[in-house]
Nanobody, 110 residues
Framework: QVTLVESGGGLVQAGGSLRLSCAAS????????MGWYRQAPGKERELVAS??????DYGDSVKGRFTISRDNAANMVYLQMNSLKPEDTAVYYC?????WGQGTQVTVSS
């Protein structure tokens, strides 16, 4: 059993930055991806970024602005979000295998 708890969301102006954190409790493996997804109102949930071993993957809309990192010893995954845009507004969810966090709201004002 794995529990994921996100933190770090909030309200920020366009062009600003936020850092999301996800704390995992339970046994995780670096061989399995941990990732961030987001869902905006009326839209489907989409991949933001994922990390597996030393490999990372990003959604096209965030490439060059967001950076995912993982601390396997601490069982944490982070998402550094820079140059935020209003279209980044969404609930951000942490994911590991079939486990999901409760989500954290990110709102970017124009």
């Amino acid at each position: 059993q794995v529990t994921l708890v996100e933190s770090g969301g909030g309200l920020v102006q366009a062009g600003g930055s936020l850092r999301l954190s996800c704390a995992a409790s339970g046994s995780t493996s670096s061989e399995h991806a941990m990732g961030w997804y987001r869902q905006a109102p009326g839209k489907e949930r989409e991949l933001v970024a994922s990390v597996r071993s030393r490999s990372t993957d990003y959604g096209d809309s965030v490439k060059g602005r967001f950076t995912i990192s993982r601390d396997n010893a601490a069982n944490m995954v982070y998402l550094q979000m820079n140059s935020l845009k209003p279209e980044d507004t969404a609930v951000y969810y942490c994911n590991y295998l079939w486990y999901w966090g409760q989500g954290t709201q990110v709102t970017v004002s124009s």
